[in-house]
């Protein structure tokens, strides 16, 4: 089974961790990388660039509304994401509470479902 493991956090909090602090935290996150491959449960991962970058696109009435940032105002936001692949959501469990990220944000884990057959005929 796939899970996508998406991980929140605060991402003002980056930028203001020391240089020494964000290598240390990089170096983790390829630690965890390598463990995740090591054990043949990494599928795809990536970060995501800060929600400066993002735009929200919603169509309304047959209208497209743009707007800037993400929809939702939160106090953690998306910084990116691992897809595993596991047997178990508690395996998944495991993988999700090593993210260094879990520390001081969030991760949630959502389980890929496939789309049936029949709905891309």
Known sequence: MQYLLLI???????GSKSPDERRSMMQEYL???????EAG???DGN???DTTEATTVSVR???????DGPHAET????GGYY??????NAEAREWAARIPSARFGSVEIRPITSVPAEATA
């Open 31 to 37: 630690a965890y990388g390598d463990a995740l491959r």
């Open 83 to 88: 897809i595993i692949d596991c047997d178990t």
């Open 8 to 14: 929140y956090d605060d991402e003002r909090a980056w």
């Open 61 to 67: 009435n047959g209208e497209q509304l743009v707007t």
């Open 47 to 49: 970060a995501l660039a």
């Open 75 to 78: 106090k953690e936001q998306l």
């Open 41 to 43: 449960a990494y599928v």
